[in-house]
């Protein structure tokens, strides 16, 4: 039973900077990839970063790009976004996914989630 666990989410001015988390549990990762995804009120949920567990070659949607930081520690077996010069427009709650590569940047019957996290940001 493959488990998605974030945290660090929260209420940050706009400008500050924010740590997410997101532990797994239940296989193993190597041959997989992480990734963020985000949804606003009344947006569809969109794509913000993924990572390969293996190698750690990242990607990150434009909006992000710059601003966010995708990483992951094997040990731990935890994916973090780190996420600075935050904006109103960031507001969502994100959600932790895992599956293949192409599967994750596509979101296209993406398999494993997490419950999600709120992040509210104040302008």
């Known amino acids: 039973q493959v488990q998605l666990v974030e945290s660090g989410g929260g209420l940050v001015q706009a400008g500050g900077s924010l740590r997410l988390s997101c532990a797994a549990s239940?296989?193993?990762?190597?041959?997989?990839?992480m990734g963020w995804f985000r949804q606003a009120p009344g947006k569809e949920r969109e794509f913000v970063a993924a990572i390969r567990w293996s190698g750690g070659s990242a990607y990150y949607s434009d909006s992000v790009k710059g601003r966010f930081t995708i990483s992951r520690d094997s040990a731990k077996n935890t994916v973090y976004l780190q996420m600075n010069t935050l904006n109103a427009e960031d507001t969502a709650v994100y959600y932790c996914a895992s599956d293949t590569w192409g599967t994750v940047l596509t979101a296209r019957g993406l398999r494993y989630w997490g419950q999600g996290t709120q992040v509210t940001v104040s302008s």
């Open positions: 239940g296989r193993t990762f190597s041959s997989y990839a």
